[in-house]
């Protein structure tokens, strides 16, 4: 189907935007979901055995009868709201960074439908303009308790030591950006992060012949108490990660290509396939995100602060 002919028959309208996500409502038109059926349908076809002819070549009405309407709306649904969803995205302007959460779903049988989605989006981030002086300041007057095996370690392995400083600084740094930034973080975004991580922790427990209750308990936690330091984990995440980005773009911190294919050519070498778009800007995002860490590292210690502690 043609896109111009996709614009016609798909209406997309935002609603109210809050906690950094928007509602977009769609309506598509019928004709655009009997397209989409009949297309369906004949794919389905080509798979289908019906006596008396050779498979793929029945008539479409006997594979309908065979199927059943519903079966196939239901495989054809999924094509009809990827579809919209993606026309809806562009008539619109916006920018998802998560999958949408679908609220409100209305599919009469014979009418347009109509389609109600929250999407994530780039939540704002407001820094101050000193954020650096007030960076410094935090981190230089937080006195460091240097525990007996630290203590082993500085008479010792001076590279694990240092190392270990390090890590120490990055997370003074990250906790000063947490208290100095505000940033609100889509719900919907929180719930999809969360519940990826909860299915791929349900994996390996069933693997081990373990249930969900009985790591809890291993734990000491309930399972609800798991989900909720869980989203509090991924909400300080991924509030440092925006930070980080908005840090990045307020002083032009950008990757050099060479750096990107110097990582996918060795990433290339280990795997033995070629690396797509979406894995590029993947690793863009991270070394961007290692260089700005590396950046405010070094402009925290060169600031020109009193320290106190």
Known sequence: MAIKQDKILIQATLGRSQQSEVSLTIS?????????????LKELSAEVKIKGFRQGSAPLNLVEDQLGKDFVL?????????LAYLEAVKQTNIRPIAEPK????????????????????????????????????KVKNNKRIITPDEAKLESGDKTE????????KINQVFTALLELAKVEISPTLIANEVNRQLANLYDQLKK?????????????LTVEQI?????NQL?????????????????????DKADVDKVLASAKHEHGHERNQQERLY???????????NWLIKAVDNEKVIATA
């Open 208 to 220: 081990l012949g373990m249930s969900v209750e009985d790591y809890a308990k291993t734990k000491g």
């Open 227 to 231: 989900r909720t330091n869980l989203e």
């Open 74 to 82: 239901r495989k054809a649904s999924q094509s009809i709201v990827s």
């Open 283 to 293: 690793v863009t995002s991270l070394l961007q995100k290692q260089k700005t860490i």
């Open 102 to 137: 679908l609220i409100k779903a209305v599919t009469p049988d014979n009418a347009d439908w109509q389609l109600e989605f929250k999407i994530p989006v780039l939540p704002p981030i407001k820094l101050p303009k000193d954020y650096l002086y007030q960076l410094a300041k």
């Open 235 to 255: 909400r300080q995440e991924l509030s440092i990660d925006f930070i980080l980005g908005e840090i990045a773009k307020q002083e032009k911190i950008t990757v």
């Open 28 to 40: 598509i038109g019928k004709s655009f979901i009997d397209t989409h059926y009949q297309a369906t």
């Open 161 to 168: 030591a240092k190392r270990q400083e390090i890590n120490q």
